[in-house]
């Protein structure tokens, strides 16, 4: 079935930094959703988008869904190290949901 | 308060037993999942039910049996078949179409 490569595995970065997470897909997404994990915990959603060349923001989150509707991207603007975790998308997949490998972010004070 | 609950918290058997994982929702969702989870790995789906009485194998099913007899609860036995049983334990619901999916905290199953 339909598979999103998500990239990168991992990211570690300085407190204050930036951080981007990219979804791609080979075929046209319907729509595209974004989950947050924290260490020892169960996925939380975050997000859905559902147009092309759509961008979203939660304060310091931005979700953006590509124009051809094959990619899509979470940036986090200065990162804290409540941002710490697992960063996953996931896409519609017939009557189940198919998740990215998903990205896990560490944060260093 | 709504939301789904998983029984137990951790989980540890002996190689060989079957082993029930609960899962319960009151959130009136049709749809509930089940994804397994490896250290530092994604989710992978193992069967899903969009309505009572009625489940689809997911991508990892070997080794796994789900029912859905009411709508609030969907169980997976995690049999002695399943090579590598330890791992932990997603259980997920949505609201038919909506696909927005609420997790529950999960269960550690560890196989000695």
């Known amino acids: 079935g339909q598979q999103v490569m998500q990239i990168p595995q991992y990211q570690h970065v300085q407190e204050g930094e930036d951080f981007t997470t990219y979804c791609n897909s080979s075929?046209?997404?319907?729509?595209i959703q974004w989950y947050k994990q924290r260490p020892g915990g169960h996925p939380v959603f975050l997000i859905q988008?559902?147009?092309?060349?759509e961008v979203k923001k939660q304060k310091r989150l931005t979700f953006q869904f590509g124009e051809a509707k094959k990619n899509s991207s979470l940036h986090i603007t200065a990162t804290q190290t409540t941002d710490v975790g697992t960063y996953f998308c996931?896409?519609?997949?017939?009557?189940?949901?198919?998740f990215g490998a998903g990205t896990r972010l560490t944060v260093k004070p | 308060d709504g939301g789904i609950t998983q029984s137990p918290k951790y989980l540890f058997r002996k190689e060989g037993q079957n082993v029930t994982l609960s899962c319960e929702q009151n959130?009136?969702?049709?749809?509930m999942y089940w994804y397994r989870q490896d250290p530092g790995q994604g989710l992978r789906l193992i069967y899903y039910?969009?309505?009572?009485?009625?489940?689809q194998k997911g991508d990892i099913a070997e080794g796994y049996s789900v029912s859905r007899e009411k709508k609030e609860s969907f169980p997976l036995t995690v049999t002695s078949a399943q090579k590598n049983p330890t791992a932990f334990y997603l259980c997920?619901?949505?609201?038919?179409?909506?696909?927005?999916?609420?997790f529950g905290p999960g269960t550690r199953l560890t196989v000695l």
């Open positions: 075929t046209t997404l319907s729509n």
């Open positions: 997920a619901s949505t609201i038919q179409g909506r696909g927005e999916q609420f």
């Open positions: 996931a896409e519609p997949n017939n009557n189940d949901m198919r």
């Open positions: 988008l559902v147009k092309s060349g």
């Open positions: 039910s969009q309505i009572v009485n009625d489940f």
């Open positions: 959130l009136n969702h049709d749809a």
